[in-house]
Each structure stands twice: as structure tokens, then as C-alpha cells.
């Protein structure tokens, strides 16, 4: 699974399930859901390779140790790997610094 920030949110705020512009999850091979902002109804599209390419870095950006995928595929041919991650992040300053109205001191949106 990973989310999509929204356009204008702040680089300083997390993305979360609460103010996420989708959340994307792949189900099997051929097929993801993105959930978005809710619409009149629930729609089905064919893609192509490039938004299936895009996903693919989206959850190897956001994988944290393992990636998995078919054997029979290579979804990883072209996808820039980030190393192992063994921590969510590194905070450089106290996190109630981060519930102002502006967020951190010297944090840019």
C-alpha cells in the first residue's frame, strides 16, 4: 500500500490515511485499487504500462524491507530501489514543534 500526497499539502506534514489524495494497493498482478476522494460511483479503467511502472516505484519507494512480486514477473526492471529502512524518520526537532499553526521553524511547503 501507499498513499498519495495531496497537491498543496505542506512537505513538512506526513501523509496519512486521514489527509491522503488516494491510497493506492495493488490486489494481484494485473490489478490495484486506488481509493480516492469519494465520486458518484465506483469506476473501472484499462491502463497501460506507464501507470503500472509508476505504481511500482510508488511501492518501492514506500516499502520499508521486502518488496514482493510473481516470480513469473520482473515489476522491478527499471525501478529505482531505496535501501533498507529501519526507521520511519529522524526528527530534528521536539515534536511539538510540529503542531504549530506554520509547522516546524524553518520547514518549507
Not at 51 to 73: G, S, V
Request: net charge negative; proline share 10%.
Amino acid at each position: 500500500m501507499t498513499m498519495v500526497r495531496a497537491e498543496g499539502m505542506p512537505s513538512f506534514l506526513g501523509v496519512g490515511i486521514g489527509n491522503a489524495a488516494a491510497i493506492l494497493m495493488p490486489i494481484d498482478r494485473r490489478a490495484a485499487i486506488v481509493m480516492a476522494s469519494p465520486g458518484p460511483d465506483d469506476f473501472f479503467v484499462r491502463s497501460h504500462t506507464k501507470p503500472a511502472e509508476e505504481l511500482n516505484q510508488r511501492f518501492a519507494y514506500n516499502a520499508r524491507r521486502e518488496l514482493f512480486h510473481h516470480p513469473d514477473d520482473d515489476p522491478l526492471d527499471g525501478v529505482d530501489q531505496p535501501s533498507v529502512r529501519d526507521r520511519e524518520m529522524v526528527i530534528s526537532q521536539s515534536p511539538e514543534s510540529y503542531l504549530l499553526p506554520d509547522g516546524p521553524a524553518g520547514a518549507s511547503g
